[in-house]
């Protein structure tokens, strides 16, 4: 194999683009692994040391910044990377022999770097196995400072957590966005039904290691495996889905023969799932204002086989001037700063503030104000967003319904909603907030509004 196509060639490439580049990880590390010639066990290996790399970010630098003379921030981007890899392995990796993720950071070095480097990185790591016992993380952090330390998140953003949630649950929120993402899919009924469809999965690939979802009835969890390479998913027998966002389209509940608008579509997850509620029946418009994106909304009906959805390049603040009918039901997945996420993409919490919201808050708000208008007298609303900041969740949809009266929170969501999700997640009027620590899945919001039906 060549350097360049092994594991940690892969990952350290990765990690580079997303800082250097502001690349996204989860879409640059797929493309990568995608034209690689690694084995499914290097993949796993260069998966694990991208996501583990970027989650543990601030406890590496900390460690780091006592190792390096002049701190981690003297060094070249790429060293920088390479020492954060090498630190890695060596603390969280117990299936990785030391003495082995010692030799291949330096042959790393050496490939990559002039003469001083492999000695550099030979010495920053042969140190830290020497020292290690200097960077024991507190059991039961009790302070800010401590949390952000032992979890590996940025001050700011633990602190914004324990002022909404608490010291004890902002704890759990940020633990579980360090483990690792399960894989989840939503079976399509059209194709067959959830036992049939796991029957298959387990036939095409006996790998695999099943469970039903507790959170969906169309859910499946998946380990030990990688089903989006095989014939039943270019065959639309499902989609991929986190567990969480499949709640959306069952909260929405469209009925075959309805209108029915996706707002801010893409990538398609969602629409395929209204769609596939339809019985693909009736009329489903899909928007996305990106062009790029709307062929990922192509791409995703069509592999599943759905002929009702037409999709549109448009910009949801627009549409009440074009279209001249009005919805039965509207969704909005609007764009958010995607706290609830982070265990898929952790760059999000290096890469992103708290000054961000101010201007997400201001755009979910005019999308909120055009999906309204969308909807027809007696029909339905929901607003959903995959983060845990309130100003952008239920203090959004309170400062929504305050202004237009003739909108309601629905308070039978609560009896829409699973018995699980009703013992363990916080729910409001009209709205639940899915936390990552209540079932290992992302963390959403979803909020389901009524608009009156003798509205003057």
């Not at 989650?55 to 920088?80: A, Y």
């Not at 991929?240 to 075959?256: F, H, K, N, R, Y």
């Not at 929170?409 to 363990?424: N, Y």
Request: glycine share 8%; proline share 6%.
């Amino acid at each position: 194999m060549k350097r360049s196509d092994a594991a940690r060639d892969v990952a350290l490439d990765v990690l580079i683009a997303v800082e250097e580049k502001g690349a996204y990880s989860n879409l640059l590390l797929n493309e990568r692994l995608n034209r690689s010639t690694l084995s499914p066990r290097d993949r796993g290996l260069a998966t694990e040391l991208v996501y583990g790399t970027l989650q543990r970010k601030n406890t590496l630098d900390g460690i780091l910044n006592q190792l390096v003379r002049k701190g981690v921030d003297s060094l070249d981007p790429w060293v920088r990377h390479l020492l954060r890899l090498g630190i890695y392995q060596l603390r969280f990796l117990d299936r990785v022999p030391p003495r082995a993720a010692v030799h291949e950071t330096v042959e790393i070095a050496k490939a990559r770097g002039h003469r001083g480097i492999p000695g550099l990185v030979n010495g920053v790591l042969r140190s830290y196995l020497r020292r290690q016992g200097e960077w024991e993380l507190p059991d039961s952090p009790e302070n800010v400072t401590d949390l952000a330390w032992v979890t590996s998140h940025p001050e700011w953003l633990v602190r914004r957590l324990v002022e909404v949630y608490g010291l004890k649950t902002a704890e759990s929120v940020l633990k579980a966005n360090n483990c690792p993402p399960r894989l989840s899919v939503r079976v399509n009924p059209l194709q067959g039904d959830r036992e049939k469809v796991a029957r298959l999965l387990q036939e095409e690939d006996p790998r695999l290691q099943i469970e039903v979802s507790p959170l969906s009835k169309q859910g499946l969890t998946l380990t030990g495996g990688n089903p989006a390479s095989g014939r039943l998913f270019r065959e639309g027998w499902f989609a991929v889905q986190d567990e969480s966002s499949m709640l959306v389209g069952e909260l929405l509940a469209p009925q075959p023969g309805e209108r029915v608008l996706d707002g801010c579509a893409a990538p398609g997850g969602k629409t395929g799932h209204l769609a596939e509620r339809m019985e693909n029946r009736g009329t489903l418009l899909a928007c996305d204002v990106h062009p790029h994106k709307v062929k990922l909304i192509k791409n995703q009906v069509h592999r599943l086989g759905l002929s009702i959805v037409e999709v549109r390049q448009a910009d949801l603040r627009e549409l009440p001037e074009i279209e001249e009918v009005q919805f039965d039901r509207v969704l909005l997945d609007a764009p958010c700063s995607g706290w609830g996420v982070i265990r898929r993409k952790p760059d999000i919490k290096w890469s992103k503030n708290l000054q961000e919201v101010d201007s997400l808050r201001q755009l979910q708000a005019q999308l909120l104000e055009a999906a309204a208008q969308l909807v027809a007298p007696g029909g339905t609303l929901v607003y959903s967003t995959c983060t845990l900041e309130p100003q952008e969740n239920w203090e959004q949809v309170t400062a929504f319904l305050r202004k237009h009266p003739h909108f309601q929170g629905d308070s039978t969501l609560v009896d829409m909603l699973p018995a699980p999700v009703r013992e363990k997640a916080l729910i409001g009027d009209g709205w639940v907030q899915i936390l990552p620590h209540h079932f290992g899945s992302d963390g959403f919001f979803i909020a389901r509004m009524i608009r009156e039906n003798n509205q003057r």
